[in-house]
Structure formats: structure tokens, C-alpha cells
């Protein structure tokens, strides 16, 4: 079974930053990507960065220049240092896990789409 937990969440004036984790854990051998989606009231679900097991970050226009992501392979992790928040980053950040490989007894499974419980980022002054 994997499981992905995130952390980090809070209340931040505009302009300011914050760091989210995300661990996957459960007999992984590897995970091809890893990312971090958001959702505010009212709207679905969209991408706002991602990242391969290579190194390739991937990022949403509206974060561009202001978001990083980055993670560590041999952890399971990913983080996501965002500077400059704006009211508008206000919403639910979900962590993904996709293309998760993982062993359970003898045999070893590649799954995708593994998402963590959300955490609540609220920008207001």
C-alpha cells in the first residue's frame, strides 16, 4: 500500500513564502513523477507543478517565476518553495505520486495516481 502525506500548509500575508513536503512511503522502489495540484472553492482541480524522477519540472504559467519544485528521489519526497504568494494561491495543495513501483511480498506492482489528504494555504492580509 503507498501512502502520500503532505505538510507545510498555513496562513501567509501576500508576498510572503511557503514550503510544502510531500512524502511517499510503503515498499516504494521508485516513483516516475511527483507533482503538486491545487483547488479553491468553487473550481477544479488544476496542475501546479510537477516533476520527474530525471529532474524535468514542469510548471502551471501562473506560478512561473514565483513557484520551485524539487525532490529527493532516494527520500520519496517533494517540496514545493513557493515566494511572492498572491490571494489568488489561496486553495487546497494536493500532492501526486504517479507511476509509483512497489514490491509486496515477491512481487513487485507499478501503480499510478496516488494523492495525499491536502493541505490549506490561505494568502490574506
Known amino acids: 500500500q503507498v501512502h502520500v502525506v503532505e505538510s507545510g500548509g498555513g496562513l501567509v500575508q501576500p508576498g510572503g513564502s511557503l514550503r510544502l513536503s510531500c512524502a511517499a512511503s510503503?515498499?516504494?522502489?521508485?516513483?516516475?513523477?511527483m507533482g503538486w495540484y491545487r483547488q479553491a472553492p468553487g473550481k477544479q482541480r488544476e496542475l501546479v507543478a510537477t516533476?520527474?524522477?530525471?529532474?524535468?519540472?514542469n510548471y502551471a504559467d501562473s506560478v512561473k517565476g514565483r513557484f520551485t519544485i524539487d525532490r529527493d528521489n532516494a527520500k520519496n519526497t517533494v517540496h514545493l518553495q513557493m515566494n511572492s504568494l498572491e490571494p489568488e494561491d489561496t486553495a487546497v495543495y494536493y500532492c501526486?505520486?504517479?507511476?509509483?513501483?512497489?514490491?509486496?511480498?515477491?512481487?513487485?506492482?507499478?501503480?499510478?495516481?496516488?494523492w495525499g489528504q491536502g493541505t490549506q494555504v490561505t494568502v490574506s492580509s
Open positions: 501526486n505520486a504517479d507511476e509509483v513501483t512497489y514490491y509486496s511480498g515477491d512481487y513487485v506492482y507499478t501503480s499510478g495516481n496516488y
Open positions: 510503503g515498499n516504494i522502489l521508485s516513483v516516475r513523477n
Open positions: 516533476i520527474t524522477d530525471g529532474g524535468s519540472a
